[in-house]
């Protein structure tokens, strides 16, 4: 009786954080993928750009040292969980305010506002994470994490371009208002956020076993452990992916002069393509591993930037977009896995936390130096703009991280048995990009062996 109980619970749980989920996709749907467009009508630099995309979510991993000891003291994941989203909630009030704020310094208060509220959000991830993985089944948690970020992702397609046809309602000099209004949606799917959280279970923390380490500590053991090698490979691409990142939304409104509306299309493009495929990949993942969809979409990644130096019209940047909501999609929800299967559940708070202040740090230093990048030169020989030379950089150094990296990472559960290979060539079908990365990176792969066992001799 007791065990039916503790399993209705828990369904019961799940079935909040499915829809705390579809909330949280309507506010980033119409609050968060808007805070670079409107730095932008706010007549936002390259580098504040780069700042924007980048120091929020830094500043925002710092406090997250101290998660695990607060967790702890306070002896419920629930309970950090709800202060966190309330406070988050509250930045919602300037940020929906700065779009009328007529003064020079709107920018760097929309950063500060950001950076807010990326920290308070942040601070409850790992906890998140933690409760997360003891509420969902080993065994089902790719099914379940590609169920609810299918929701999760027709909800933000949905979202954004609702609110892309909001923005295209308003007129340019009256456009600011428009950020406010969406904004203000934001605040109030939030809210509904909160609430779904605050009626989910909290089972009793495994703490038996926990080991208290230090951020020192845990980059000295990255290279010693599997998980680490994973986390130094993580934090890699996320230095190669944001070295361009922050800069595809500047490309399509100032480059390619795309309104909101064709912006809108673009972004939504990927958000469907993404949830659509997110069941796809959580079956293949409890089927076959998360390792082996990590290397090929990861290695995909590579491809992504380069076929953007030619998308010039909104059909081909749609083309693009789907290609890449396709890879991203696969790779997200192998990614957190990843750390799920390679972490034990009493210590996931701390290396969550260390996991995310590693990977907002190899973020922010990629994002300043494409700003750099960006900034140094309008134009490079055949490129029409100098983001198209952070486009270029990005995917040689995504390509070479996956190279060097990926074969280290191996998979800890057991799963069906099929090799890397045979995973590509069966799989690559999901896209003639990824099936041509695969065999670009083999090869590159093999000339590397080639020349390290050249250098030994």
């Given at each position: 009786?007791?065990?039916?109980?503790?399993r209705?619970?828990?369904?019961?749980?799940?079935?909040?954080?499915i829809?705390?989920?579809?909330?949280?996709?309507?506010?980033?749907?119409?609050?968060?993928?808007y805070?670079?467009?409107?730095?932008?009508e706010?007549?936002?630099?390259?580098?504040?750009?780069?700042?924007?995309?980048?120091?929020?979510?830094?500043?925002?991993?710092?406090?997250?040292?101290?998660?695990?000891?607060?967790?702890?003291?306070l002896?419920?994941?629930?309970?950090?969980i709800?202060?966190?989203?309330l406070?988050?909630?509250?930045?919602?009030?300037p940020?929906?305010?700065?779009?009328?704020?007529?003064?020079?310094?709107?920018?760097?208060?929309?950063?500060?506002?950001?950076?807010?509220?990326?920290?308070?959000?942040?601070?409850?991830?790992?906890?998140?994470?933690?409760?997360?993985?003891d509420?969902?089944?080993?065994?089902?948690?790719g099914?379940?994490f590609?169920?609810?970020?299918?929701?999760?992702?027709?909800v933000?397609?949905?979202?954004?371009?609702?609110?892309?046809?909001?923005?295209?309602?308003?007129?340019k000099?009256?456009?600011?208002?428009?950020?406010?209004?969406?904004f203000?949606?934001?605040?109030?799917?939030?809210?509904?956020?909160?609430?779904?959280?605050?009626?989910?279970?909290?089972?009793?923390?495994?703490?038996?076993g926990?080991v208290?380490?230090s951020?020192?500590?845990?980059?000295?053991?990255?290279?010693?452990?599997?998980?680490?090698?994973?986390?130094?490979?993580?934090?890699?691409?996320n230095?190669?992916v944001?070295?361009?990142a922050?800069f595809?939304?500047?490309?399509?409104?100032?480059?390619?002069?795309?309104?909101?509306?064709?912006?809108?299309?673009?972004?939504?493009?990927?958000?469907?393509?993404?949830?659509?495929?997110?069941?796809?990949?959580?079956?293949?993942?409890?089927?076959?591993?998360?390792?082996?969809?990590?290397?090929?979409c990861g290695?995909?990644?590579?491809?992504i930037?380069?076929?953007?130096?030619?998308?010039?019209?909104?059909?081909?940047?749609?083309?693009?977009?789907?290609?890449?909501?396709?890879?991203?999609?696969?790779?997200n929800?192998?990614?957190?896995?990843?750390?799920?299967?390679?972490?034990?559940?009493?210590?996931r708070?701390?290396?969550?936390?260390?996991?995310?202040?590693?990977?907002?740090?190899?973020?922010?230093?990629g994002?300043?130096?494409g700003?750099?990048?960006?900034?140094?030169?309008?134009?490079?020989?055949?490129?029409?703009?100098?983001?198209?030379?952070?486009?270029?950089?990005?995917g040689?150094?995504?390509?070479?991280?996956?190279?060097?990296?990926?074969?280290?990472?191996?998979?800890?559960?057991?799963?069906?048995?099929?090799?890397?290979?045979?995973?590509?060539?069966?799989?690559?079908?999901t896209?003639?990009?990824?099936?041509?990365?695969?065999?670009?990176?083999?090869?590159?792969?093999?000339?590397?062996?080639?020349?390290?066992?050249?250098?030994?001799?």
């Amino acid at each position: 009786m007791e065990k039916n109980a503790l399993r209705d619970g828990r369904q019961k749980s799940l079935e909040y954080s499915i829809k705390d989920g579809a909330a949280f996709s309507i506010m980033t749907g119409f609050g968060e993928q808007y805070f670079t467009p409107l730095a932008i009508e706010l007549g936002a630099s390259n580098m504040e750009i780069g700042l924007l995309a980048s120091l929020p979510p830094f500043i925002a991993s710092l406090p997250q040292l101290f998660t695990s000891r607060v967790t702890a003291q306070l002896k419920s994941r629930r309970k950090l969980i709800l202060v966190a989203v309330l406070l988050q909630v509250l930045t919602w009030f300037p940020l929906a305010a700065i779009p009328l704020f007529d003064g020079s310094n709107a920018v760097l208060l929309l950063i500060f506002f950001v950076s807010l509220y990326f920290m308070f959000g942040q601070f409850a991830n790992p906890t998140w994470n933690s409760l997360m993985g003891d509420l969902v089944n080993e065994e089902a948690r790719g099914r379940f994490f590609g169920m609810r970020n299918k929701l999760t992702g027709a909800v933000a397609f949905v979202s954004i371009f609702l609110a892309g046809y909001m923005l295209s309602l308003f007129s340019k000099e009256t456009v600011l208002y428009g950020f406010s209004f969406i904004f203000l949606v934001a605040l109030v799917a939030r809210i509904i956020s909160w609430r779904y959280l605050s009626l989910m279970e909290d089972p009793p923390m495994k703490e038996e076993g926990a080991v208290a380490f230090s951020f020192t500590q845990y980059l000295k053991r990255l290279r010693k452990t599997n998980y680490g090698r994973f986390a130094l490979y993580y934090g890699l691409m996320n230095f190669s992916v944001y070295i361009a990142a922050p800069f595809f939304a500047v490309y399509m409104l100032r480059d390619l002069h795309f309104t909101y509306f064709e912006y809108t299309i673009a972004t939504a493009a990927m958000s469907l393509t993404t949830f659509l495929a997110m069941t796809y990949w959580g079956n293949l993942a409890d089927r076959y591993g998360n390792k082996k969809i990590i290397s090929l979409c990861g290695t995909s990644l590579a491809v992504i930037p380069l076929i953007w130096l030619f998308s010039s019209d909104l059909v081909s940047v749609i083309l693009v977009q789907i290609l890449a909501g396709l890879v991203w999609s696969g790779f997200n929800l192998s990614a957190i896995n990843m750390v799920y299967d390679n972490v034990r559940p009493e210590n996931r708070t701390r290396v969550f936390a260390y996991h995310n202040i590693l990977t907002a740090s190899a973020i922010f230093i990629g994002a300043i130096a494409g700003a750099v990048i960006a900034g140094t030169n309008a134009g490079y020989g055949i490129f029409y703009s100098g983001l198209e030379m952070l486009f270029l950089i990005s995917g040689i150094l995504r390509l070479m991280t996956s190279v060097l990296f990926l074969p280290q990472i191996k998979e800890r559960r057991t799963v069906e048995p099929i090799s890397e290979k045979d995973f590509f060539i069966k799989y690559s079908g999901t896209g003639p990009a990824i099936g041509l990365t695969y065999r670009a990176v083999t090869g590159l792969h093999k000339s590397i062996r080639h020349i390290r066992k050249t250098d030994n001799r």
